[in-house]
């Protein structure tokens, strides 16, 4: 299965997978960064978790911004250029999160971090995608995707290695030279799309109006946040931008003739990023607070269930190549129901552990098809935007998780079995109803651009 659709490629096609697999490695090492040290940074600012925990929703929800402006600029500009910017914008905010000097502050360079991180995936599925041969696309898609358990595994390898030497600031610290050395890989060797072709009027103005427009919404969310406070302000936030969002979405003439596609992806893409932030950000804080493992029993689970979660992402994405994308995720997202409980209930390290593992092979085999099923669904003119944008606005959606399960186990006594497993079994229900009612579009012609929707 996997063996066929490694066969026949050319060099080039191994340099764009390659580069848009360690883009998002390197993105999720430096998002996993924070979840290992919630604790530690919330000691440092004197406050409590829930409110540092706030930075990774935070993250998550700006996002979207990240993902509609660098896919905007990748659609006019070219993948190749912009995916070499945002890997450079990515490295400098996670290297600039170590020298915070107050939670205000750490809270700002986290959310341009999380602008940048929103630009990553959509730009590099979409090169990837359209880069190698149809019968690849599954075997690509999971190992694109496991970029993301990639970048947890290393970020617990780092916390192992680096954090009793460094502290929380050498954990921020060391993704900054491997980023600016895959700036500088893609630069030397990663060809752009043939697929891709610069619109006949690109507007310079119209992107600095984006760029604007960003920084507005950046602004009001801190604002909202401030005044609001963090978890109130959390919720103003969820309940104005999403709205706002899709009204400016229907203002353009592909959203309209599209919005079914657009709904149905944005609220598929919600479930999705509920089923992985939901069982990947707070583990390793259950793992500390509830059973009070210390950094090396920490650093073997979450590198155990980081292996899971490789495994199920290529296996199952390349099994979607035989079986059907829509077919395979629903299978596999039933099959995490039982396992919730070993995830969560399971007594010991050893049998957390396995429970986690199985998990993960779930997870991340349901996710491993992402990638490949909405590119595939897009059309080849917005694909940079589009995929990217609906991933991240159900990021967005998805992004009241950690203070959700984090306060939730709070209310009952700090028992974060039952916040992970709620929220576990509810995302797995939700993918598995969407995609068995679904479209699918299995082997679509990326090969073409079709003419410009816009």
């Known amino acids: 299965m996997a063996l066929g659709a490694l066969s026949g490629w050319t060099r080039s096609q ?48 700006v996002r979207p911004l990240g993902a509609f402006l660098f896919g905007r600029l990748a659609d006019d500009y070219g993948r190749r250029k912009i995916l070499i910017f945002n890997v450079i914008c990515y490295s400098l905010f ?23 991180m929103g630009g990553i995936w959509g730009i590099g599925a979409s090169l990837a995608m359209e880069t190698v041969q149809p019968k690849a696309r599954g075997f690509v898609s999971g190992l694109l995707q496991s970029g993301y358990p990639s970048g947890y595994l290393v970020a617990s390898l780092a916390f192992g290695a680096l954090y009793t030497h460094f502290g929380w600031r050498g954990m921020f610290m060391a993704g900054l030279v ?3 050395l895959l700036a500088l890989y893609i630069h030397l060797k990663v060809p752009e799309s043939a697929s891709w072709r610069r619109p006949a009027v690109v507007s310079g103005g119209r992107h600095v109006v984006h760029l604007a427009g960003v920084a507005a919404a950046l602004a009001a969310v801190m604002f909202m946040l401030v005044q609001f406070g963090r978890e109130e302000g959390l919720l103003y936030i969820v309940a104005l931008v999403v709205p706002v969002l899709i009204l400016l979405a229907f203002l353009t003439p592909f959203i309209r003739k599209h919005w079914k596609l657009a709904l149905y992806a944005i609220v598929l893409m919600t479930g999705f990023n509920f089923f992985s932030h939901g069982t990947q950000d707070l583990y390793p804080v259950f793992l500390r ?47 995490s129901l039982p ?6 209930y399971a007594p010991t390290a050893m049998t957390l552990a396995a429970g986690a593992f199985l998990m993960q092979v779930c997870v991340q085999g349901a996710w491993g098809v992402v990638p490949v099923h909405l590119n595939e669904l897009s059309p080849a003119s917005v694909r940079g935007t589009f ?9 967005l ?19 974060y079995s039952i916040a992970l497993a709620v929220v576990a079994a509810f995302a797995a229900i939700l993918i598995a ?12 012609d990326m090969g073409a651009p079709t003419p410009a929707e816009e």
């Not at 998002?24 to 978790?49: E, H, K, N, R, S």
């Not at 396992?339 to 969560?344: L, R």
């Open 14 to 61: 191994k340099h764009v997978v390659a580069a848009s697999y360690l883009a998002w490695t390197f993105d999720a090492f430096d998002f996993f960064a924070l979840v290992f040290v919630l604790p530690d940074v919330a000691a440092q600012f004197g406050v409590g978790i829930p409110g540092v925990a706030l930075a990774v929703t935070l993250t998550l929800a």
């Open 289 to 335: 607070e509830q059973h009070h493992f210390g950094p090396a029993t920490v650093t073997t689970i979450t590198v155990i269930l980081n292996v899971g979660a490789i495994v199920g992402g290529l296996f199952f994405a390349s099994l979607s190549q035989k079986l059907g994308r829509r077919r395979t995720v629903v299978m596999v997202a039933l099959l």
């Open 178 to 180: 491997p980023g600016l």
């Open 339 to 344: 396992v919730t409980y070993f995830w969560a």
């Open 433 to 444: 109803v969407m995609m068995y009612f679904g479209p699918e579009a299995q082997n679509a």
């Open 387 to 395: 995929a990217g944008t609906v991933y991240q606005i159900g990021n």
């Open 94 to 116: 996670g290297f600039a999160t170590a020298f915070s000097n107050n939670l205000e502050v750490f809270l700002v360079i986290r959310a341009l971090f999380g602008v940048a």
């Open 397 to 415: 959606i998805a992004s009241v998780n950690a203070v959700f399960q984090a306060q939730f186990a709070q209310s009952q006594g700090g028992n």
